[in-house]
Protein backbone atom coordinates (compact mmCIF):
# COMPACT_ATOMS: atom_id res chain seq x y z
CA UNK A 1 0.00 0.00 0.00
CA UNK A 2 1.04 3.33 -0.93
CA UNK A 3 2.35 5.66 2.32
CA UNK A 4 1.44 3.12 5.27
CA UNK A 5 1.99 -0.72 5.00
CA UNK A 6 -0.74 -3.33 6.45
CA UNK A 7 1.13 -3.61 10.50
CA UNK A 8 1.12 0.15 10.57
CA UNK A 9 -2.44 0.39 9.80
CA UNK A 10 -3.56 -2.29 11.97
CA UNK A 11 -1.89 -0.30 14.51
CA UNK A 12 -4.04 2.97 13.63
CA UNK A 13 -7.56 0.68 13.26
CA UNK A 14 -6.80 -1.26 16.83
CA UNK A 15 -6.25 2.07 18.47
CA UNK A 16 -9.81 2.62 17.25
CA UNK A 17 -11.60 -0.47 17.66
CA UNK A 18 -9.78 -2.90 19.50
CA UNK A 19 -12.18 -5.60 18.63
CA UNK A 20 -11.80 -5.64 14.82
CA UNK A 21 -11.01 -8.77 12.98
CA UNK A 22 -8.43 -8.69 10.75
CA UNK A 23 -6.52 -10.80 8.40
CA UNK A 24 -2.67 -10.23 6.54
CA UNK A 25 -1.88 -11.92 3.53
CA UNK A 26 1.85 -12.14 2.13
CA UNK A 27 3.97 -14.80 0.42
CA UNK A 28 7.13 -13.58 1.67
CA UNK A 29 8.26 -15.87 4.56
CA UNK A 30 10.30 -13.05 5.92
CA UNK A 31 7.22 -10.71 6.34
CA UNK A 32 5.80 -13.69 8.73
CA UNK A 33 8.30 -12.74 10.84
CA UNK A 34 7.51 -9.03 11.70
CA UNK A 35 4.33 -10.16 11.78
CA UNK A 36 4.40 -12.17 14.81
CA UNK A 37 3.52 -9.79 17.46
CA UNK A 38 0.29 -8.52 15.62
CA UNK A 39 -0.65 -12.25 15.31
CA UNK A 40 0.02 -12.56 18.84
CA UNK A 41 -2.54 -9.78 19.44
CA UNK A 42 -5.45 -11.36 17.31
CA UNK A 43 -4.49 -10.69 14.03
CA UNK A 44 -4.78 -13.90 11.23
CA UNK A 45 -2.51 -14.58 8.56
CA UNK A 46 -3.27 -16.31 5.14
CA UNK A 47 -0.34 -17.16 3.08
CA UNK A 48 -0.40 -16.72 -0.46
CA UNK A 49 -1.50 -18.22 -2.87
CA UNK A 50 -4.99 -18.98 -1.58
CA UNK A 51 -7.82 -19.86 -3.11
CA UNK A 52 -11.16 -17.81 -3.27
CA UNK A 53 -12.34 -20.87 -0.97
CA UNK A 54 -10.16 -20.63 1.24
CA UNK A 55 -10.53 -16.95 1.88
CA UNK A 56 -13.97 -17.34 2.40
CA UNK A 57 -13.39 -20.22 5.28
CA UNK A 58 -10.73 -17.92 7.06
CA UNK A 59 -13.37 -14.74 6.70
CA UNK A 60 -16.42 -16.88 7.71
CA UNK A 61 -14.48 -18.98 10.92
CA UNK A 62 -13.04 -15.19 12.09
CA UNK A 63 -17.12 -13.82 11.66
CA UNK A 64 -17.99 -16.95 13.50
CA UNK A 65 -15.80 -16.42 16.34
CA UNK A 66 -16.61 -12.78 16.73
CA UNK A 67 -20.36 -13.75 16.76
CA UNK A 68 -19.55 -15.78 20.16
CA UNK A 69 -17.12 -13.62 21.79
CA UNK A 70 -20.09 -12.19 24.47
CA UNK A 71 -19.32 -8.06 24.97
CA UNK A 72 -17.43 -7.29 21.86
CA UNK A 73 -18.67 -5.68 18.81
CA UNK A 74 -19.88 -8.46 16.06
CA UNK A 75 -21.47 -7.98 12.81
CA UNK A 76 -24.17 -9.89 14.54
CA UNK A 77 -24.82 -7.98 17.08
CA UNK A 78 -25.40 -5.00 14.51
CA UNK A 79 -27.74 -6.96 12.48
CA UNK A 80 -29.75 -7.51 15.45
Known amino acids: M ?4 GPALYQK ?3 INP ?4 IFTTG ?5 ASLEPLLANGATLLQKPYSP ?3 GRKVREM ?9 E ?3 AAHNA
Not at 2 to 5: A, D, S, W
Not at 28 to 32: C, F, R, T, V
Not at 66 to 71: I, L, N
Open 19 to 22: QLSV
Open 53 to 55: ASL
Open 2 to 5: PRLG
Open 63 to 71: LDTAAKTPG
Open 13 to 15: LMA
Open 73 to 75: SSP
Open 28 to 32: YMGEI
